[in-house]
Structures are given as structure tokens and as C-alpha cells.
């Protein structure tokens, strides 16, 4: 139970929120849209933060949050999922 209340998860999942609403806001037309893209953005951000973590790099980090790679991978795949119309 540690893991839900660590200050990193919590910080992950705000910004992948955020991403997934102003995403939402710019391009989405329904709610069923919003829940998808937020799910994506939530898997996109976690991907990014594991490929930060896998090549080592320490760009722009917040703690243990490597926000660069993170919002890069996140935003990639909120297009892909425009992109496919999934």
C-alpha cells in the first residue's frame, strides 16, 4: 500500500491527467474519448518514466520523476491514439 501514496506516483498520474484533459480539451469530442485518452496518457507516462530509468538519463527531473522523457512518450502516444481512432 506504500507504492499508492508515494509522492512520484502521485505526481505522474497529475501530469498525465493534466496531458490527457488539455489533449481532450484541443482535439476530443466525447466523453468515451476522454476516458481512452486518459488511460493512454497514464500508459504513455509510465513508458516514458521507464525508458528514462532504462537509458539512465537525468535531463529534466523532478525527484524521481524524469519529466522529459515521461511527457514526450505521453504526448507521442495520445497522438498515436488520435492517429489510430482506437
Given at each position: 500500500?506504500?507504492?499508492?501514496?508515494?509522492?512520484?506516483?502521485?505526481l505522474s498520474?497529475v501530469?498525465?491527467?493534466?496531458?490527457?484533459?488539455?489533449?481532450?480539451?484541443?482535439?476530443?469530442q466525447?466523453?468515451?474519448?476522454?476516458l481512452?485518452?486518459?488511460i493512454?496518457?497514464?500508459v504513455?507516462?509510465?513508458?516514458?518514466?521507464?525508458?528514462g530509468?532504462?537509458?539512465g538519463?537525468n535531463?529534466?527531473?523532478v525527484g524521481?520523476v524524469?519529466l522529459?522523457?515521461?511527457?514526450?512518450v505521453?504526448?507521442?502516444?495520445?497522438f498515436?491514439a488520435?492517429w489510430?481512432?482506437v
Open positions: 500500500m506504500d507504492i499508492l501514496r508515494s509522492p512520484p506516483l502521485a498520474l501530469l498525465s491527467s493534466l496531458y490527457a484533459g488539455l489533449f481532450h480539451l484541443i482535439w476530443g466525447s466523453w468515451g474519448e476522454f481512452l485518452y486518459w493512454t496518457a497514464i504513455g507516462f509510465g513508458l516514458g518514466q521507464a525508458t530509468n532504462a537509458m538519463l535531463i529534466l527531473m524521481q524524469h522529459l522523457e515521461a511527457s514526450l505521453c504526448w507521442a502516444a495520445l498515436i488520435k489510430l481512432k
